[in-house]
């Protein structure tokens, strides 16, 4: 395994949500020799960074010109975390510009300069599930049901057919929640959204289901909390032998309602949930159930502790959102949970 501290690293998307909780996760190792690539727009992301060591900040326009002419010399890791990850987006131009040929770029550069590549895919990929949510079935049966997924999926295809997956490792992850995603808008996690509806009018707003076998807020997801998603990323790049896709999640399905409950109870609060219509643009590309198959992550020596549910909102909420910290903000004086 690697000695973290002894290692260069470049993150991109290292502001953003996921990004700049793997530069934690790695400043906790003692590695702060990382470079930040990301692109600052009018949100606030800006401010999962004052809390972090790292040794420079790049935009990621001018990444690709710097990497080629030697700028920013080697690396002994890139993590790719950078993208467009709005399910929503509806520009198939861009998301394949952005999520597609940026990413089979740094991939060739990062193979040709020997560094370790790590990139984030998406369970996004699975579509509806019905050809499983395993990462070791067939790539060609997958069928994602939005842009955002397809991209992602394009991208797999792509380092399978030049076998670049026996020397790089792809990252599936599920439904991550946690701290520093507060910039992220509406793609912020329901966990985030509800902890706002709560202060502001004490209910938290579910969607409705549209499918008989789902009664209202038993759709379920695979809630996965940042900090164990960082552990999976950093054991899987640390080893030796791991190569290709893998499922980064908690392996457990869960119900809204029961993460409502969750939000709830760590608010000290008795449950209040009104259910609300979906809106039609994507009642046909909703996931109504995802579950990680967590077999190749397990083969692979990922046996350490993760947080519960329950443990993970209680972190989340009572540790972070309700004092308005950061990973790295004041964390000697965190509750133990």
Known sequence: MKNWSEQRVLVTGG??????????GLNTRGCDRVVVC????????WRNLTPLRFEDYVDADDLMVRLQNGALGNFDSVFHLGACSSTTESDA?????????????LAAWSLEKDARFVYASSAATYGDGGAGMSDTGSLESLRPLNMYGYSKHLFDLYAARL????????????NVFGPNEDHKGEMRSVVHKSFAQVREH???RLFKSYRQEYADGEQKRDFLYVKDAIE??????ASKSACGLYNIGSGEANSWNKLARTVFSALGMSP?????EMPETFRDKYQYYTCADLTRLRAAGFNCPTHS???????YLQNYLVADWRLGDGEGRLAKV
């Open 15 to 24: 502001a953003g949500f996921i990004g700049s909780a793997l530069v934690w």
């Open 38 to 45: 990301d692109r600052f727009g009018r949100d606030v992301k």
């Open 93 to 105: 131009a861009y998301l394949l510009r952005n999520n597609y040929e940026y990413t089979k770029l």
């Open 163 to 174: 076998g670049w997956h026996k020397c790089t490792i792809g990252l599936k992850y599920f």
């Open 202 to 204: 004490g209910v938290i």
């Open 232 to 237: 999976m990323t950093l054991h899987l790049a």
């Open 272 to 276: 209040r949930v009104e259910y609300i």
């Open 309 to 315: 549910l329950e443990a993970a909102v209680t972190d």
